[in-house]
């Protein structure tokens, strides 16, 4: 299993990125999937997750309403479009991998067996 977290970089607040998580190694489309962020001298929190087939999200309260998750099947590929970012989003982006197929993707870390490397974003002020 590989996942590649990629789409980090440096912006204004207020500005927007888009995350993508490249997935390998399995059968993409019969796993759920999350987003998770850790920031310097904090514990990894959970963003966002996505099931197997898309159809069902969730979000962590900070984010509602300024990030969307989404996944294409067919490309193996996992997003996290981030919009209105203000500096308390600066941090360590990483994508997962739900421990079991078909199962929901929770909040919970212990719910993700596979962890891509992440990517940094920053967001000044």
């Known amino acids: 299993v590989q996942l590649q977290a990629s789409g980090g970089g440096s912006v204004q607040a207020g500005g927007s990125l888009t995350l993508s998580c490249a997935a390998s190694g399995y059968i993409f489309s019969i796993y759920g999937m999350g987003w998770f962020r850790q920031a310097p001298g904090k514990e990894r929190e959970f963003v966002a997750s996505?099931?197997?087939?898309?159809?069902?999200?969730d979000y962590a309260d900070s984010v509602k309403g300024r990030f969307t998750i989404s996944r294409d099947n067919a490309k193996n590929t996992m997003y996290l479009q981030m919009s209105s970012l203000n500096p308390e989003d600066t941090a360590v982006y990483y994508c997962a991998r739900v421990i079991s197929p078909i199962r929901p993707a929770f909040r919970a870390k212990s719910e993700y067996a596979d962890w891509g490397r992440g990517t940094q974003v920053t967001v000044s002020s």
């Open positions: 996505v099931n197997h087939h898309g159809g069902v999200t």
